[in-house]
């Protein structure tokens, strides 16, 4: 039996920040942020909600797309770099909540492609019998992390979640092939040095502002788009398949401007590139579960259809997962 994916989920704020909005809070301007990222909005939490929240939203809503009971849930990873808190982990207190009383829960922290490590974590565990259902989550609230005077960054990230839940599935389907790597190197590409053991929390780093992301993009662009674009073709090769034979590709959904050049380097028609960044910008290890969702819900991907995930994120970190639905 392989590991595949029984049903999927999302959910996000209701509150929406536009570009017309930033523009009132930093120099900056809908035609300048569009040429740049793709984005047009993004989701935006109130100050009274978090992470964990918006996770067991898409949970529930994954668990019963996929017709399992949150009891038969074995294993619970929540891909978050901001969780509620420091201790205990957002994956605990998602099973809490789920009341998925018979699950380990736990955090992946790989920044945006926390789902495709959680996603390849959890597929041998299931192919070699040591479970049998599994829900894994990407959940972010960066826009609490986001520093309003730099709009290098501000324009960028957006709040969200998505889930998956995955099982056995008849062998021929469920995921054909995944990878994940890092790259430690480039660590300042994309961190928030503040916070952890290293500077922890002190009035200088706050004055400092070193809680918030900063991120170097010309470099990371280049790096992105040659990981994401190489991780692809592993994938395809490994499983035996060209980029002819995929239905969609769903990337990481960082910048509209690195998804066409990883579409160009794959040569991939840009209709069969799904897109959501506009709606909702950067959401981290959320984009490409909440893509997924909306790919299944709006039938754009059915039963038989070959699937290509990719991704990168700050650590470095990349992954890709190749899936027959």
Same mark, same amino acid.
């Given at each position: 039996m392989n590991a595949g994916i029984l049903g999927t989920g999302h959910d996000y704020p209701e509150g929406v920040l536009t570009n017309a909005d930033l523009e009132k809070i930093v120099d900056t301007s809908d035609e300048w942020i569009t040429t740049r990222t793709g984005?047009? *909005?993004?989701r935006k939490a109130a100050d009274n909600e978090y992470t964990s929240q918006f996770a067991v939203r898409a949970a529930?809503?994954?668990? /019963?797309?996929a017709g399992v009971d949150a009891k038969d849930v074995e294993i619970i990873l929540c891909a978050t770099t901001t969780p509620d808190q420091i201790l205990p982990s957002t994956g605990c207190? $998602? *099973?809490? /909540?789920?009341? &998925?009383?018979?699950? &380990?829960?736990?955090?992946?922290?790989? &920044?945006? !492609?926390?789902?495709l490590?959680? $996603? !390849?974590?959890? /597929?041998?565990? $299931?192919?070699t019998g040591q479970i049998k259902h599994a829900l894994v989550i990407g959940a972010e609230v960066l826009t609490k992390y986001v520093d309003y005077t730099d709009r290098s960054t501000c324009v960028i990230f957006g709040d969200g979640a998505g889930a998956a839940v995955l099982g056995a599935v008849p062998e021929g389907k469920g995921i054909l092939a995944t990878k994940i790597l890092s790259d430690g190197r480039y660590e300042e590409q994309l961190f928030a040095p503040g916070g952890g053991t290293k500077l922890g929390t002190t009035h200088e780093t706050i004055d400092n502002r070193d809680h918030y992301f900063k991120m170097r993009g010309n470099e990371l662009f280049k790096v992105a788009v040659r990981s994401m674009s190489k991780i692809s073709k592993e994938m395809l090769d490994k499983a035996g398949y060209t980029v002819d034979d995929v239905k =969609?590709? =769903?990337?990481? *959904? &960082?910048? *509209?401007r690195i998804t066409d050049a990883v579409a160009s380097r794959l040569k991939v028609p840009k209709e069969k590139v799904y897109s959501n960044i506009a709606q909702h910008g950067n959401t981290s290890s959320a984009s490409i579960p909440i893509a997924l969702d909306e790919?299944?819900?709006d039938g754009k991907i059915v039963e038989g259809d070959l699937v290509l995930m990719t991704a990168f994120g700050g650590g470095v970190t990349w992954g890709g997962t190749l899936v027959r639905f």
């Open positions: 984005i047009k *909005q993004r529930n809503k994954a668990l /019963e797309d207190l $998602i *099973q809490k /909540e789920l009341g &998925a009383t018979n699950a &380990a829960g736990m955090d992946v922290f790989a &920044a945006c !492609s926390g789902f490590y959680g $996603i !390849s974590m959890v /597929e041998s565990m $299931i192919r =969609i590709v =769903i990337p990481h *959904q &960082a910048n *509209q790919c299944l819900k």
